[in-house]
């Protein structure tokens, strides 16, 4: 009697262990003809066979909103110029790739990847860049306001969120846009960061030949890539950069360009 009484809740256990997994067992495996859309997106969400990435640069997610559970790759802050050049053309040439580790190191080739962004121009040409990789599994969902489905969040304007951040500051002087955003470690270390500047004409200084007498681009990813080595917080960078001369940033290697005033106003905007 005592071994049929136990022999009850085991029971249980193992049906719902078995029910549980037959969730993921009976996910029908996505395939490269399927038509994902914004349409039907909310039928594939919260899958763990599937990239879920908004191509939008941080500023339009925290305005505008954004579709809960997708990653942010931004596609003009982050993957122009620095995985591709583009050359300000959206039709796609292998020439144009810069990095393919780089590539591979953000779009998971053993998942579907779902792209969207403000429309389909970005995703499309990423889609492009990924196919010529050999992904098979790359879906277009649509424009950003396309979606209606049930995990919409609306933006409120918050530039910061979790342990990623953003700012922009204008320069009234120059008329000049500066951009940062980045991520923290759980220190709140700097783990990622990102500058871009564009002039008065909204032109990016990190475009390609931008300037003849100088690559900005490439002196803003030393610069970037030696604050990620020097691993600071948003505080010790700006006092490292308001005191220049008395520290390891007065004679970075192979930086050539001088910090400004806008890059230090965007640090200030973000210290504690």
Same mark, same amino acid.
């Given at each position: ?12 256990? &193992?049906?719902?262990? %078995? ?26 969400? !919260?899958?763990? *066979? ?9 500023? %339009? ?8 559970? !997708? ?7 982050? &993957? ?5 050049? /583009? ?19 953000? !779009? ?6 779902? &792209? ?20 098979? /599994? ?6 950003? !306001? ?38 923290? *470690?759980?220190? /709140? ?47 010790? &960078? ?35």
């Amino acid at each position: 009697m005592l071994k049929k009484c136990l022999m009850v809740p085991l029971m249980l256990v &193992l049906f719902f262990v %078995a029910g549980c997994n037959g969730v993921t067992e009976d996910l029908v495996k996505i395939k490269p003809d399927d038509v994902i859309t914004m349409d039907n997106l909310d039928n594939y969400m !919260f899958r763990n *066979d599937v990239q879920y990435v908004d191509l939008r640069n941080y500023d %339009a997610r925290f305005r505008t909103g954004f579709i809960y559970s !997708f990653e942010i790759i931004p596609f003009f802050d982050y &993957l122009d110029y620095r995985v591709f050049n /583009r050359n300000d053309t959206y039709k796609f040439n292998p020439d144009q790739i810069i990095s393919e580790a780089e590539l591979e190191y953000l !779009f998971d080739r053993d998942k579907a990847i779902f &792209l969207y962004a403000d429309g389909c121009i970005r995703s499309g040409y990423v889609k492009d860049v990924l196919n010529y990789l050999g992904y098979e /599994r790359v879906y277009i969902l649509g424009g950003f !306001f396309e979606y209606s489905g049930d995990y919409l969040k609306v933006g409120d304007g918050d530039y910061s969120i979790g342990n990623t951040f953003y700012s922009k500051y204008v320069d009234s002087n120059t008329d000049y846009t500066y951009f940062v955003y980045g991520t923290f *470690d759980m220190g /709140r270390k700097i783990n990622t960061i990102r500058f871009d500047i564009l002039d008065q004409n909204n032109d990016s200084i990190r475009s390609l030949n931008y300037d003849t007498s100088m690559d900005y681009n490439d002196q803003l990813t030393i610069f970037e890539n030696f604050i990620i080595s020097d691993i600071v917080t948003m505080t010790e &960078l700006y006092n490292s950069l308001i005191d220049i001369n008395n520290n390891d940033y007065n004679e970075i290697p192979g930086l050539t360009w001088e910090v400004d005033e806008g890059i230090i106003q965007l640090i200030y905007g973000l210290k504690p």
